[in-house]
């Protein structure tokens, strides 16, 4: 009787160490396992100069950086030359997205040429930069010997009321003005005149012509003979 008693209270005994109350009371707390999540970067160093964009401080050579075609044929046949000057608007990737003709070079298709070849150049090294603006100029200039190009006479030129021949001042401004490609004789007369780049009314381009034919030059010479000769003239508004 007394054995049975005692295997009674052993039975009661494991009854109340095998209870969820109990296992939770003794249970010891896991560590947390953390699982990173699938995909996810590990921290490393990132070079700062790849996140700070870079102040553009840089001389702009559109020369160089951009893939300019060679002089056009007809430019060299007629001797046009002059200078293409141009605002550009470099984006964040250091490339050309957009351009201005501040001053056109005289003629048409010396300023096509290089406006179709600059968009979309990496003007700047590859990286990030602050969008910035600038302006650069891309001289059309040829070698034929020394030549004295024709040069205006500007009294003989008819007077016009809406319009007038750019001087020096006009370099100052951003106005493109109206542009004529003029070619003259070996005695200095017009020969033609053409509009290269023209305004809104077509009353002022024809204006523009009007006094680009009256007008007289000094003829060009070459090693001392006179030559018919390409050049151009800027109007702008009175």
Same mark, same amino acid.
């Given at each position: 009787?007394?054995?049975?008693?005692?295997?009674?209270?052993?039975?009661?005994?494991?009854?109340?160490?095998?209870?969820?109350?109990?296992?939770?009371?003794?249970?010891?707390?896991?560590?947390?396992?953390?699982?990173?999540?699938?995909?996810?970067?590990?921290?490393?160093?990132?070079?700062?100069?790849?996140?700070?964009?870079?102040?553009?401080?840089?001389?702009?050579?559109?020369?160089?950086?951009?893939?300019?075609?060679?002089?056009?044929?007809?430019?060299?046949?007629?001797?046009?030359?002059?200078?293409?000057?141009?605002?550009?608007?470099?984006?964040?990737?250091?490339?050309?997205?957009?351009?201005?003709?501040?001053?056109s070079s005289g003629w048409k298709m010396l300023d096509l040429t290089v406006?179709?070849?600059?968009?979309?150049?990496q003007i700047l090294p590859e990286g990030r930069w602050v969008p910035s603006?600038?302006?650069?100029?891309?001289?059309?200039?040829?070698?034929?010997?020394?030549?004295?190009?024709? *040069? !205006?006479? &500007? /009294?003989?030129?008819?007077? +016009? %009321?809406?319009?007038?021949?750019?001087?020096?001042?006009?370099?100052?401004n951003n106005d493109a003005g109206i542009v004529v490609g003029i070619y003259?004789?070996?005695?200095?007369? *017009? !020969?033609? &005149? /053409?509009?290269?780049?023209? +305004? %809104?009314?077509?009353?002022?381009?024809?204006?523009?012509?009007?006094?680009?034919?009256?007008?007289?030059?000094?003829?060009?010479?070459?090693?001392?003979?006179?030559?018919?000769?390409?050049?151009?003239?800027?109007?702008?508004?009175?």
């Open positions: 009787m007394r054995q049975f008693s005692r295997a009674v209270l052993l039975w009661m005994l494991l009854q109340t160490l095998m209870s969820p109350a109990a296992i939770a009371r003794d249970a010891v707390p896991a560590e947390p396992v953390v699982v990173p999540a699938s995909g996810a970067a590990s921290a490393t160093n990132v070079n700062a100069d790849s996140v700070t964009p870079k102040i553009n401080d840089m001389k702009i050579d559109i020369a160089t950086a951009c893939a300019i075609p060679t002089y056009p044929e007809a430019a060299l046949r007629y001797g046009i030359q002059g200078d293409t000057v141009l605002k550009l608007m470099i984006d964040e990737s250091g490339k050309i997205k957009a351009f201005q003709l501040v001053r406006m179709n070849a600059i968009i979309g150049c603006e600038t302006y650069t100029a891309y001289r059309w200039k040829f070698d034929q010997g020394y030549t004295s190009p024709a *040069v !205006l006479e &500007a /009294k003989t030129c008819k007077s +016009s %009321d809406k319009l007038r021949i750019a001087d020096d001042r006009d370099n100052k003259t004789s070996e005695t200095g007369k *017009v !020969l033609d &005149a /053409k509009v290269q780049w023209g +305004s %809104d009314d077509e009353q002022l381009d024809q204006e523009s012509l009007r006094i680009a034919r009256s007008c007289e030059f000094m003829p060009a010479e070459r090693s001392g003979k006179r030559i018919r000769n390409a050049g151009s003239l800027r109007f702008v508004a009175k």
